[in-house]
């Protein structure tokens, strides 16, 4: 399963937009990259998912270039609240026989007012 | 509201003893999955299942048991032979593979 690079720490304001970038070189055919947010003594919160090109939901985007061996999560304009660890995860195989996460250690966001 | 429950959110285990954490889903999850986290690090595998009546070892299955008797349900013991057993406890399920996979507010394990 491929493996993730992610800074350790990311500080920002608010009201700013923030990309947090994961490089992901040994990404598989079949992997998709997913995004998860975790607060404090809290489980993972599903951000964002995607496989090539550009995702965009309510909360975030995420850019995935043709190569797919890196991606940028973007956080617009963001809040106090946004202050969590980010987690850049590939290799959730095609009913592969794992199906299982791959967790780094993250991006600590620390946005200030 | 479908969700992920854990119980009990903190709890203290004696040296010796077996505790079990529960984990229960109402979202009709067929896999379901427990991971370690410890302090300033990601989460790690202990135990998988696919389906009922099945499952795999993580990475750090030793020291640990599970049973999935129901789908809805994933129990996961604690044994006296995991030597080092204080962590952060998460259980997750999803619906199918290249789902995301939905996690609880986990069980926080500590040793008297």
């Known amino acids: 399963l491929a493996k993730t690079t992610q800074p350790i720490s990311m500080d920002s304001y608010e009201g700013q937009e923030v990309n947090i970038t994961c490089s992901h070189n040994?990404?598989?055919?079949?992997?998709?990259i997913t995004w998860y947010q975790q607060f404090p003594s809290q489980g993972p919160r599903f951000i964002i998912q995607?496989?090539?090109t550009k995702v965009t939901n309510e909360v975030a985007s995420l850019f995935i270039p043709a190569d797919r061996k890196s991606s940028t999560l973007s956080l617009p304009r963001v809040s106090l609240s946004d202050t969590a660890v980010y987690y850049c995860?590939?290799?959730?195989?095609?009913?592969?026989?794992?199906?299982?996460?791959?967790f780094g250690t993250g991006t600590l966001l620390a946005v200030q007012p | 509201d479908g969700g992920i429950t854990q119980s009990p959110k903190y709890l203290f285990r004696k040296e010796g003893q077996n505790v079990t954490l529960s984990c229960e889903q109402n979202?009709?999850?067929?896999?379901m999955y427990w991971y370690r986290q410890d302090p300033g690090q990601g989460l790690r595998l202990i135990y998988y299942?696919?389906?009922?009546?099945?499952?795999q070892k993580g990475d750090i299955a030793e020291g640990y048991s599970v049973s999935r008797e129901k789908k809805e349900s994933f129990p996961l013991t604690v044994t006296s032979a995991q030597k080092n057993p204080t962590a952060f406890y998460l259980c997750?399920?999803?619906?199918?593979?290249?789902?995301?996979?939905?996690f609880g507010d986990g069980t926080r394990l500590s040793i008297l």
């Open positions: 997750a399920s999803r619906r199918e593979s290249n789902q995301p996979q939905h």
């Open positions: 040994n990404i598989a055919t079949n992997d998709y």
């Open positions: 995607g496989y090539k």
């Open positions: 995860l590939v290799g959730e195989d095609y009913g592969g026989a794992t199906n299982k996460l791959i």
């Open positions: 979202l009709n999850h067929d896999a």
């Open positions: 299942s696919q389906i009922v009546n099945d499952f």
